[in-house]
């Protein structure tokens, strides 16, 4: 009987080792991902190629790579949805304005878990015009403050373009 429970109990603390780890990577491969972006970016000034192969193989970033590059201003980059009932499904739209020469090029929008679901201007944003990204979440498996965000992959200099939001999940 304890050797039973002694390999449940195991066994439920692996699993959380194995989800808080696999959740870490997420986060530790997007800052990798943002670093290698600057890194690349600053070299490429200076004629070094080299550096930029790492941006370019990733396969979310790939598609914004091939056109010329733009600038954006985000309305905001973080909201709060303040105190939001559990099992509530809420979204917020963020506008994204190309204040660049080039269309604006949004290939992906990635959020940081599967809680939240994206959807974005899909068509190039032409220079001055705006476009949106609406971030709909999913509050069923939440309970208190809960910081969430998604990572906008276009053709910018210092892709991915951060957005996040906030919830306080009352029971």
């Known amino acids: 009987m304890k050797k039973t429970l002694s390999?449940?109990?195991?066994?439920?603390?692996?699993?959380?080792?194995?989800?808080?780890?696999?959740?870490?990577?997420?986060?530790?491969?997007?800052?990798?991902?943002?670093?290698?972006?600057?890194?690349?970016?600053?070299?490429?000034?200076?004629?070094?190629?080299?550096?930029?192969?790492?941006?370019?193989?990733?396969?979310?970033?790939?598609?914004?790579?091939?056109?010329p590059l733009t600038t954006v201003a985000l309305s905001e980059s973080n909201f709060d949805f303040g105190k939001i009932k559990k099992g509530d499904k809420v979204e917020h739209v963020y506008e994204i304005t190309n204040t660049g020469t080039n269309p604006l090029i949004i290939s992906e929008v990635k959020p940081g878990c599967g809680c939240t679901a994206p959807d974005f201007t899909k068509e190039p944003i032409m220079p001055g015009k705006k476009g949106k990204i609406t971030l709909h979440f999913d509050s069923t498996n939440f309970d208190g403050n809960v910081n969430k965000f998604a990572d906008v992959f276009a053709n910018v200099e210092k892709a991915p373009i951060r957005i996040n939001f906030t919830a306080n999940i009352q029971p």
Do not use: W
Request: glycine share 8%; proline share 5%; with cysteine.
């Open 7 to 67: 390999i449940i109990a195991l066994s439920v603390i692996g699993f959380g080792f194995v989800s808080c780890k696999k959740e870490n990577k997420e986060v530790t491969g997007t800052e990798t991902a943002a670093t290698d972006s600057t890194a690349a970016s600053m070299p490429a000034t200076s004629g070094d190629s080299a550096a930029v192969a790492p941006v370019s193989g990733e396969t979310t970033a790939a598609p914004a790579s091939n056109q």
